[in-house]
């Protein structure tokens, strides 16, 4: 969510290309191959904007599933321009810590489940 955040505060930050060349010595033979720095930098550039753009997509439809508090509680703490609190929230939205983390937790158990982040762990038995 941090990283949607930044994606909704400043936009995508494109790479460019080095222009100065290596000033490392080559103790090899010729390899032959042909690279494109030009080509590497625009193709990362266009997927990785796409990659951020469908993220950002992705969390935005996802909390738009929740219930209304769960999304007050996710759009004031994770997704504001700045960073907030959880006293700040919970006071904001007149309501104990006690229920705002238990909605907090709730809210996020189903985020993830939604953007299928979930991570099933198998039960340590002890002897």
């Known amino acids: 969510m941090e990283t949607v955040r930044i994606y909704r505060q400043i936009g995508f930050v494109r790479r460019e290309m080095k222009v100065t060349s290596s000033l ?3 103790y090899h033979g010729p390899t032959n191959a042909v690279r494109r720095p030009a080509e590497d930098v625009a193709v990362w ?3 990785t904007e ?3 753009r469908e993220m950002a997509d992705q969390v935005e439809r ?5 219930g209304e508090l769960e999304r007050q509680i996710i759009e004031k703490r994770y997704l ?3 960073e907030v609190y959880d006293y700040n929230v919970y006071s ?3 309501m104990s810590e006690r229920k705002y983390y238990r909605l907090k937790s709730k809210a996020l158990f189903k985020l993830a489940f939604m953007l299928r982040l979930e991570v ?3 039960p340590v038995e002890t002897a």
Do not use: Q, W
Not at 62 to 66: D, I, K, Q, W
């Open 24 to 26: 490392e010595p080559r």
């Open 45 to 47: 550039n266009v997927d």
């Open 50 to 52: 796409e990659r951020m």
């Open 62 to 66: 996802a909390v738009g599933r929740l």
């Open 80 to 82: 504001k321009d700045e």
């Open 92 to 94: 904001e939205l007149h």
């Open 120 to 122: 099933f762990v198998e």
